[in-house]
């Protein structure tokens, strides 16, 4: 049995993404995508997804990037939740 995580946005995460998704119509499908990867491994235990702990950066910075398309998404994790901080 496999445990899911809770995927939660910052408001300046949802802020970001409504303008730049106005400007590619195809950022919602990749963030949907990288919603369902996130729930199922965050820490990419499994090896397929385009995830890297980033190195040198603090706590609340979005510790963690993955890659969807051209779109990064940076996130931390805190226990079972994961918080969506940038996507670029």
């Not at 400007?23 to 369902?36: A, C, G, N, T």
């Not at 979005?62 to 994790?77: A, E, K, L, T, V």
């Amino acid at each position: 049995m496999t445990v899911e995580f809770l995927v939660l946005a910052t408001s300046h995460f949802d802020r970001e993404l409504k303008k730049l998704a106005a400007r590619h119509p195809e950022l919602p499908e990749h963030y949907k995508d990288v919603v369902l990867a996130l729930k199922q491994d965050p820490y990419n235990r499994s090896r397929r997804s385009l995830i890297k702990k980033l190195q040198g950066v603090q706590a609340d910075e979005g510790q963690y990037r993955i890659r969807s398309g051209r779109f990064r998404f940076r996130y931390d994790i805190e226990g079972q939740s994961v918080y969506l901080k940038l996507c670029i």
